[in-house]
């Protein structure tokens, strides 16, 4: 509870710093108002607290309920992709990378994928099933374009700031064209622009972040793969 109210605090700060002070300045010109700040929780106990802390020092908070952003399908893969280019050891998180719509491997090849390799990681099984005896040319195409995404990635990583390895990997991967199709639901219709919106946020968030992106993918609460 005491670490929730320094957040508060912290964030209380930050938001009479920046709302009506001429020293920041919105794209159009204008100053910032309190209906210009958002703040993302990770749970709702989370935003009642800073609802009621907010609204006991005369600042109107609206607090919108639904999905949790950080539960949504688009962003818990983007998510899910850095993590896995952090530590490929990380097997929920390569698991996830790998049966995305990104990569496109079925369960039952990640269970063939996994037969020849039960003791390892899912990452290491992946480079070793090329060599391993018989192995079915479909996957072995899939695992080479996975293996070289996921190298670039990484390249990438150590050298880009957060925000910047955040758009090289929509470009790379093509996620937004893709969390926008129909293997994600539907064209462009409203959830494919939600998702759009979504994965446009968390690139934003990205921008306001000056570490690198694996300590951004803990900032923002992502825990899977632990």
């Not at 998180?93 to 390892?120: H, P, Q, W, Y």
């Not at 695992?143 to 470009?171: N, W």
């Not at 219709?189 to 998702?195: L, P, T, Y």
């Amino acid at each position: 509870e005491e670490c929730r109210l320094a957040e508060a605090e912290a964030l209380y700060g930050e938001i009479r710093k920046i709302v009506n002070n001429p020293d920041y300045i919105s794209s159009s010109g204008k100053m910032y108002e309190s209906s210009d700040v958002a703040i993302l929780t990770r749970t709702w106990d989370e935003a009642a607290l800073l609802e009621k802390f907010f609204t006991e020092r005369n600042i109107p908070v609206i607090c919108e309920r639904g999905e949790s952003f950080f539960e949504r399908d688009e962003v818990k893969l983007a998510l899910n992709i850095i993590r896995s280019v952090d530590n490929p050891e990380r097997n929920i998180c390569t698991a996830g990378f790998m049966r995305s719509a990104v990569c496109g491997f079925t369960d039952d090849e990640l269970t063939i994928i996994r037969k020849n390799s039960k003791k390892t990681s899912l990452f290491t099984a992946v480079k070793k099933y090329p060599g391993s005896e018989n192995p079915i040319n479909s996957i072995c195409i899939k695992i080479q374009r996975f293996l070289d995404m996921h190298a670039s990635l990484r390249t990438l990583s150590r050298s880009c700031s957060a925000h910047e390895f955040v758009s090289q990997m929509y470009k790379i991967t093509d996620l937004v064209n893709i969390c926008t199709s129909g293997a994600y639901g539907g064209l462009e219709n409203d959830a494919a622009r939600i998702r759009k919106k979504n994965l446009s946020m968390l690139y934003d968030m990205s921008r306001n972040f000056d570490k690198t992106v694996f300590n951004f993918a803990k900032a923002v609460g992502f825990s899977a793969g632990k």
